[in-house]
C-alpha cells in the first residue's frame, strides 16, 4: 500500500510529541546547567547502534489522534478521504478510516474498525491484541484472536485482512513516535522495540538500528 500524500505519521507524531513538551526558559537554563555539571547523566543524540532510548508515555487522547493518522496511512488513503474501498473476488468492503478508533487497557489494545457492504450496513469489527503492561514487559509480542469480533457476514470473508491492517496501525503508531523521539548515528529514525498499555495510555521504548541493521545515510 502506499502512503497518503501530507504530512507522515512520523511528522505528525513529532508534532504532537513537540506541542506536549513545551519547555520554558526557566526549564531550559536549568537543563543546561544540568548538561553542563552532571556530563553523561541525560541521555545524547544521536544514539549508537542498539542503544535504546527514553521511554514516551502517550496519553488516550494522543494515542487516538496518531490512530486517526495512523489508519489512514495504513489503508493507503488519498489525502483528505475518509473512507476505502477494499475488493477480492466479486466482493467489496467500505472501510470508514477516518472514524477507526482504539481502546486500551491493562496489557490490551483493542482496534475497532467501522466498516459497510451490501451484507452489512454500519458494521463494527474489533480486533484485540494482548500486548505488555507495566509489570509483564512483552517487548512487541503480540498475540490475537483467531478472527476479528463482528458480523460473519463481514468476518468471514475480510477476517484476515482485518486483522493485518488493525495490527497495521498499531505498528504505524509505535513506528511514528519511535520515529519522532530521534535518530541514530547514521541519521536514521529510532525504531519500536517495546509496547505496553493501560487504561492510562501507551508507552513506546525506542531504540537505535543494532549494527547488523544500519541504515547508513
Given amino acids: 500500500m502506499t502512503s497518503p500524500s501530507g504530512p507522515s505519521i512520523q511528522q505528525f507524531a513529532g508534532e504532537l510529541l513537540a506541542a506536549r513538551n513545551q519547555l520554558s526558559e526557566e526549564c531550559l537554563r536549568m537543563l543546561k546547567v544540568v548538561q553542563q555539571r552532571c556530563p553523561g547523566l541525560l541521555p545524547t543524540q544521536p544514539l549508537p547502534p542498539g542503544t535504546p532510548g527514553t521511554e514516551i508515555p502517550l496519553n488516550p487522547d494522543d494515542v487516538q489522534k496518531l490512530v486517526t493518522v495512523a489508519a489512514a496511512t495504513a489503508a ?3 489525502e483528505g478521504a475518509d473512507t476505502v474501498v ?16 482504539v481502546r486500551l487497557g491493562r496489557g490490551f489494545v483493542v482496534v475497532t474498525i ?5 451484507q452489512v450496513q454500519g458494521a463494527q469489527i474489533e480486533v484485540g491484541f494482548a500486548v505488555g503492561d507495566e509489570s509483564r514487559p512483552a517487548g512487541l509480542l503480540a498475540v490475537t484472536e483467531d478472527r476479528p469480533r463482528g458480523p460473519a457476514a463481514v468476518v468471514d470473508i475480510w477476517g484476515d485482512a482485518l486483522t493485518a491492517y488493525a495490527w497495521q496501525v498499531v505498528c504505524t503508531v509505535t513506528g511514528g513516535v519511535a520515529g519522532a523521539a530521534g535518530e541514530d548515528q547514521d541519521g536514521a529514525p529510532l525504531i519500536p522495540v517495546a509496547l505496553s498499555a493501560s487504561p492510562d495510555g501507551l508507552r513506546v ?9 544500519r541504515i547508513p545515510r
Fill in 86 to 101: 477494499w475488493t477480492a473476488g466479486g466482493s467489496e468492503l467500505l472501510v470508514i478510516v477516518a472514524k477507526v478508533f
Fill in 205 to 213: 521504548l525506542p531504540m537505535a538500528r543494532h549494527p547488523f541493521d
Fill in 114 to 118: 467501522p466498516v459497510s457492504c451490501d
Fill in 76 to 78: 493507503g488513503a488519498a
